[in-house]
């Protein structure tokens, strides 16, 4: 009797692996967002020596 459970208990999981859980073994392909180039965007209209006067006043006021 003990066997018996057993091997059903290892067919049904074998089964199981092989088929997944749902879907019908449909596969979904799932896309990457496109990308976005707003990277630059922030940085419009200001050189470096602008931007890093402005990082380092926003230092100072963070450090009190």
Not at 38 to 48: F, N
């Amino acid at each position: 009797m003990k066997m018996t459970a057993y091997f059903l208990m290892c067919f049904s999981f074998c089964a199981l692996s092989l088929t997944g859980c749902g879907g019908g073994g449909e596969t979904k392909v799932i896309e990457p967002p496109a990308a976005v180039d707003d990277d630059e965007s922030a940085m419009d209209g200001i050189d470096d020596d602008e931007y890093n006067k402005a990082m380092e006043e926003s230092m100072n006021q963070q450090g009190g």
